[in-house]
């Protein structure tokens, strides 16, 4: 069995795919089904294009519209809606509108009045998701599985190796990974996790032979002002960034929850490490303290 690497770039970010084959063929094979895969579902629910599906459903939601929507999405929908109950309305996919004014290109704090304005087009709780129809209650609503669909395109990449017969690999989708099956002699995948404020270091190495594995932190996208770190993981109930987590990784079947449970995690700030525990996840947070803590054992094989 020989290895093979393939690296392209999807969903804004650089993403690789490592491999074991029995022919280059095969594993070609199985990487243009994977990076095809990953290049439709970016279509169809990237924000950045006027011709994805989640536009057309913006569009909807900009005139308080009902829109019917495929299996597919009813589940990224539902995922959603478990997310917002699950988090007490933390974990909000139609927050994305606050980046109307975080902007964090212009190294500025937005005033407190345009941030105001925003919130009240934010809430889950303002629109009425009866699958498979959406039902946008007040104009000016929009949605954005920016914090889903990443995560969920791992998950169905490590799925359709396996139906292709690839049982040893791993996806890396910008940082959100899930591991196919061990290397094929049986050995672990070897995973840093980045450590927050140290650049090209690691706080821990994970040895990985299945599951998944996502983080969130402060560290990618912010603006620094007077000393102060404004992180791009806005609280859609404030507006504002959080402030107490500076990272959060988690380990679990699936890359969709490990995604989401880190991000959640971010938003409760203080009560994260308790969300975590609770979770009863492998885990591992850093606060802006510089504190750690959780679950996760340095170089052990999960």
């Not at 913006?58 to 929507?69: C, E, F, P």
């Not at 380990?251 to 700030?269: H, N, P, Q, R, Y």
Request: aromatic content about 10%.
């Amino acid at each position: 069995m020989k290895y093979f690497k393939y690296q392209f770039k999807a969903m804004g970010t650089p993403c690789e795919i490592q491999l074991y084959a029995e022919s280059e063929s095969h594993a070609r094979e199985t990487a243009n089904l994977v990076i095809n895969d990953v290049s439709r579902l970016e279509g169809l629910y990237s924000r950045y294009r006027e011709d994805s599906f989640l536009s057309q459903i913006n569009r909807y939601a900009a005139k308080a519209k009902k829109i019917t929507v495929d299996t597919e999405t009813a589940g990224l929908l539902n995922y959603a809606a478990t997310c917002y109950q699950q988090s007490d309305g933390l974990f909000d996919i139609t927050s994305g509108k606050l980046r109307q004014a975080w902007r964090f290109d212009s190294g500025k704090i937005p005033a407190q009045n345009t941030i105001n304005q925003l919130l009240r087009q934010i809430g889950w709780h303002q629109l009425d998701w009866n699958p498979p129809v959406l039902d946008f209650f007040i104009p000016g609503l929009e949605i954005d599985f920016g914090g889903i669909v990443k995560e969920y395109a791992v998950d169905r990449a490590a799925s359709l190796c396996i139906e292709a017969g690839i049982y040893h690999g791993i996806i890396n989708l910008g940082g959100d990974i899930k591991i196919i099956g061990p290397q094929a002699d049986g050995s672990p995948w070897k995973v840093g996790i980045r450590h927050p404020r140290i650049p090209n270091a690691m706080l821990q190495t994970l040895s990985l032979t299945h599951g998944a594995l996502a983080s969130s932190g402060d560290y990618e996208r912010f603006i620094l002002v007077d000393g102060i770190r404004y992180s791009h993981v806005l609280n859609p109930k404030t507006g504002w960034p959080v402030r107490y987590m500076s990272s959060v990784s988690v380990v679990s079947d699936f890359c969709v929850v490990a995604g989401s449970a880190s991000t959640i995690a971010m938003l409760k700030e203080e009560q994260g490490p308790e969300f975590l525990q609770d979770l009863a996840l492998p885990h591992l947070w850093s606060n802006v303290l510089g504190k750690d803590g959780g679950s996760l054992m340095p170089g052990g094989v999960c």
